[in-house]
């Protein structure tokens, strides 16, 4: 008996550790309006039922998403078969539904991409960012309110493609493409549109995103079998994939679509490594309000101080940072010490690596402090997000850049040391 009641009391205590360690809180009627209504914090809400196999299917990669987006965004669960009248407020008429609470909790967002925890993870935090950018006076990108792929007032990311266009740029080029068969009158195009540009937007040098009028270009349409709108087709280069393109099955927001593009990046391993700013105009074309997110500018040791070797792992770092924080951020890097002017108005005489997070819609920057390894960035970004960096006024605006060479890649002797004859 002394044996089983031990042993009784040893599962009773691994269990509760076990549910102690959950970071996703459950949610009732009587505490849904103080926890999240009531709350600050962005709200990701599954409302579900025990008996639901897809919410079954979900539960661990919700538990997964808890423990690495908290306290960023806060994590709950509702019985909504339990709590019906709590689901039907909100609209719940299968399960699992997704619903996620921001800065406006009496109208929360739709979840519809895809139930894994990254997928989920990358479209909080890009809701963290736009809301950021809101309360900074930035707002989200502009963009057209159609199915075109206009921006508005600005250059528009997407690729507006005509038969000839298309020919040249998707068939014969050597990049993948998204492309997006539209109809000027349809009302799920038009709420495409602003969605496709931002996206378009984000990826901008990295993949290319396209839009194709299939009500003007109709043999294109029939080609590719386009039979409703909007249409979303993948071209790849790869395994006749130009001549045989799979559809695009994910969600229609823009993180969805980032999303998406990020995983073909990283499985054809075309993840482009952030551009070294030799001019204004990289900047200018890297860090701008039409663009949205925030810009992250590294300054590295001069190559005499590291070698090739050492600035292609900075890199990495960098670019390990912005996969794990999201493309949000915009990635740059310039050699420390060939801009002065801003370096002292930022007060970087620490030495290098050093690293800044830039708003271009609020032209504030942040310093980070600390370590330069791509969790430590990765870290720091997180902390800008949640607004818990110090910031300061980066003006004037926008910030002035010399003209330098772009480095080539290599390492670089040192200059040769002139004999002194001291004869």
Not at 108 to 137: F, S
Not at 267 to 291: L, W, Y
Request: aromatic share 8%; charged share 25%; with cysteine.
């Amino acid at each position: 008996m002394v044996r089983q009641a031990i042993l009784l009391l040893a599962v009773s205590c691994l269990l509760s550790a076990a549910l102690a360690k959950s970071k996703v809180e459950e949610l009732t009627p009587q505490n849904f309006k103080s926890t999240v209504l009531e709350s600050d914090a962005t709200w990701a809400v599954s409302f579900y039922a025990p008996w639901c196999g897809h919410c079954k299917a979900l539960a661990p990669e919700w538990e997964k998403l808890a423990s690495a987006i908290s306290p960023t965004v806060r994590v709950g669960s509702v019985d909504a078969d339990k709590h019906k009248e709590l689901g039907g407020q909100y609209d719940v008429r299968g399960f699992p539904t997704i619903k996620v609470f921001g800065k406006d909790k009496k109208k929360p967002e739709a979840y519809q991409g895809e139930r894994t925890a990254q997928a989920i993870a990358k479209h909080l935090l890009l809701h963290v960012a736009d809301t950021v950018n809101t309360a900074l006076g930035g707002g989200k990108p502009k963009s057209s309110s159609s199915g075109g792929g206009g921006g508005g007032g600005g250059k528009s990311a997407v690729v507006n493609l005509n038969e000839s266009q298309f020919k040249e740029k998707v068939l014969n080029g050597k990049d993948e493409w998204l492309v997006a068969f539209v109809a000027p009158w349809c009302g799920h195009c038009k709420r495409l549109g602003p969605e496709w540009e931002d996206a378009a937007k984000q990826l901008q040098g990295e993949f290319k995103l396209g839009m194709v009028d299939a009500t003007v270009e109709t043999s294109l349409a029939q080609r590719y079998g386009v039979n409703g709108y909007p249409t979303i087709k993948l071209f790849t280069p790869e395994g006749g994939g130009k001549a045989s393109p799979s559809d695009y099955q994910g969600g229609r927001t823009a993180s969805d679509i980032v999303g998406y593009a990020n995983s073909r990046l990283e499985a054809t391993q075309k993840t482009t490594p952030p551009p070294e700013i030799t001019s204004q105009g990289v900047f200018d074309e890297q860090c701008n309000s039409d663009r949205g997110g925030i810009c992250v500018v590294a300054f590295l040791p001069h190559i005499l101080d590291d070698q090739s070797k050492q600035r292609h792992a900075r890199l990495e770092q960098l670019m390990d940072a912005r996969k794990k924080a999201g493309r949000t951020f915009k990635m740059m890097w310039v050699v420390g010490g060939e801009n002065g002017d801003i370096e002292d108005k930022m007060g970087l005489g620490f030495g290098y690596p050093a690293l800044v997070a830039l708003s271009p819609a609020k032209k504030r920057y942040a310093v980070m402090k600390g370590t330069f390894s791509g969790d430590a960035i990765a870290a720091f970004l997180e902390n800008v997000l949640k607004g818990k960096e110090s910031t300061s006024d980066a003006k004037p605006w926008p910030l002035k850049w010399r003209k330098v060479p772009e480095w080539d890649g290599k390492d670089e002797a040192p200059p040769e040391e002139e004999e002194v004859d001291l004869d």
